[in-house]
């Protein structure tokens, strides 16, 4: 148990609905990360955020927003879904922005029908 | 943006057998990591790499990174069938975030 908690765990919906998934960071971790895991591409980094604010942008789309709350858990917000959409959602925390080790939480699989 | 090619993409083996996997960058690297994912689980962070020729181990894991800092490795001896999973490096450069390899898929036959 890495300390990252991530719900739901399976979210199944249909094309073109909104989905928000939701992540707790390790007790004392200021920064969030969010990435897609699908078959063919691995891990793509979305975004990152530290304390709050946002800190890096990956290959998110525009229909993909994510904020990060005072209490520190972060939800990624996905729109106008597709059925490319489906994937792994991973979120992963650090202590600090730099070259820390992340702790993942164990994912949110998402299916789009 | 910064690319990382990993190599082998599978590998299977009988159990006994030494495995490694290759992680490669055409820029210079500020450090590397090593995450490992079994099936069906998340990436568990193995190690971190940050200075040239650095040579790291795990018990039966060894962990290299390159002089030029391009390139890094991961050599397991004698695989067992819990090494079985998918291993990535992560790199990155300066303070770019983190950027993931496509991993290696082990499998392990008994």
């Known amino acids: 148990d890495s300390g990252v908690t991530q719900t739901p765990k399976h979210l199944i919906t249909a094309t073109g609905q909104r989905v928000t998934l939701r992540c707790s960071p390790r007790?004392?971790?200021?920064?969030v990360y969010w990435y897609q895991q699908s078959l063919d591409q691995g891990l793509q980094f979305l975004i990152q955020?530290?304390?709050?604010?946002?800190?890096a942008k990956g290959n998110i789309l525009e229909r993909f927003s994510a904020q990060q709350f005072p209490d520190l858990h972060s939800e990624l917000n996905l729109s106008s879904l597709e059925l490319g959409d489906s994937a792994l959602y991973f979120c992963?925390?650090?202590?600090?922005?730099?070259?820390?080790?992340?702790?993942f939480g164990p994912g949110t699989r998402l299916t789009v029908l | 943006g910064q690319q990382v090619m990993q190599i082998p993409q599978y590998q299977h083996v009988q159990e006994g057998e030494d495995f490694t996997t290759y992680c490669n960058s055409s820029t210079t690297l500020s450090n590397i990591q090593w995450y490992k994912q079994r099936p069906g689980g998340h990436p568990v962070f193995l190690i971190q790499?940050?200075?040239?020729?650095e040579v790291k181990k795990q018990k039966r894991l060894t962990f290299q990174f390159g002089e030029a800092k391009k390139n890094s490795s991961l050599h397991i001896t004698a695989t067992q069938t819990t090494d079985v999973g998918t291993y990535f490096c992560a790199v990155n450069s300066g303070n770019t975030p983190l950027v993931f390899g496509k991993g290696t898929r082990l499998s392990v036959i008994a």
């Open positions: 955020y530290y304390n709050g604010e946002e800190r």
């Open positions: 007790s004392g971790d200021l920064s």
């Open positions: 790499l940050v200075k040239s020729g």
């Open positions: 992963a925390s650090s202590v600090e922005m730099g070259l820390n080790e992340q702790f």
